[in-house]
């Protein structure tokens, strides 16, 4: 069965610190990872997409990592903002037809001044 | 390009009652995919459309339906309301099938009382 994991489930940290969040799925065939910010109750923005073959990807003060061999992916946030408060949302499809995407539950970035 | 456009953004029906939502993808996407996300919950998925066929459909209750017309405008039909059916739903929608980017909508709130 396709599973996305995210942790910590919640995460506080004060303005202009950096932080880490995680994702291991087992989504197979992997065909690619995306990480979403979603402000409350707004829709998920996408921030970063990866295919098999990239380890890293940047935008901005966001960074993510993938580790296809252990399915593992990290998204780093460098110099919190006030407005980095969000949930981050780890998605990864499947390199089939339907394409089916499986979403993780998120992980809630509190940022505090 | 327009993005996404939900209507209407917020809604508050009562127990029993149907409800129908309305998206609009992208110009030119011809997938449209709706999702529930409730509280504290990851995005649950519930159908996708491709040229006006249903393609894929989550594990939701026959009360959850959909359908999509000839220009890619998609609607999604609650009925039967019920408490647990209070959430956001989300429209994304991408340019084809397989696992093209999705790009979301700013959703519809709908609250059952």
């Known amino acids: 069965k396709n599973q996305v994991e995210q942790s910590p489930q919640s995460l506080i940290i004060l303005e202009g610190k950096n932080c880490t969040l995680q994702c291991n799925y087992t989504v197979s065939p992997f065909s690619n990872l995306r990480w979403y910010k979603q402000d409350t109750g707004r829709g998920p923005v996408s921030l970063t997409i990866?295919?098999?073959?990239?380890n890293t990807k940047s935008n901005g003060r966001y960074t993510a990592t993938l580790d296809a061999d252990t399915k593992q992916s990290s998204l780093h946030i460098t110099a919190s903002q006030l407005s980095d408060s969000a949930s981050y949302i780890c998605?990864?499809?499947?390199?089939?037809?339907?394409?089916?995407?499986?979403f993780g539950d998120g992980t809630t970035l509190t940022v505090k001044p | 390009k327009a993005g996404v456009t939900q209507t209407p953004r917020y809604l508050i029906k009562t127990r029993g009652q149907q409800v129908t939502l309305s998206c609009s993808p992208i110009s030119g996407h011809r997938s449209v995919s709706w999702y529930q996300q409730t509280p504290g919950q990851g995005l649950q998925f519930l159908f996708e459309y491709f040229s006006e066929t249903q393609r894929n459909k989550g594990n939701f209750p026959g009360r959850f339906s959909g359908r999509q017309f000839s220009n890619s405008r998609s609607e999604m039909n609650v009925s039967t309301l019920e408490l647990g059916d209070s959430a956001l739903y989300l429209c994304?929608?991408?340019?084809?099938?397989?696992?093209?980017?999705?790009?979301f909508g700013p959703g519809t709130r709908l609250t059952v009382t």
């Open positions: 994304a929608s991408k340019a084809g099938t397989g696992s093209s980017e999705q790009y």
């Open positions: 998605v990864v499809s499947a390199n089939t037809n339907a394409g089916k995407s499986t």
């Open positions: 990866m295919t098999f073959s990239e």
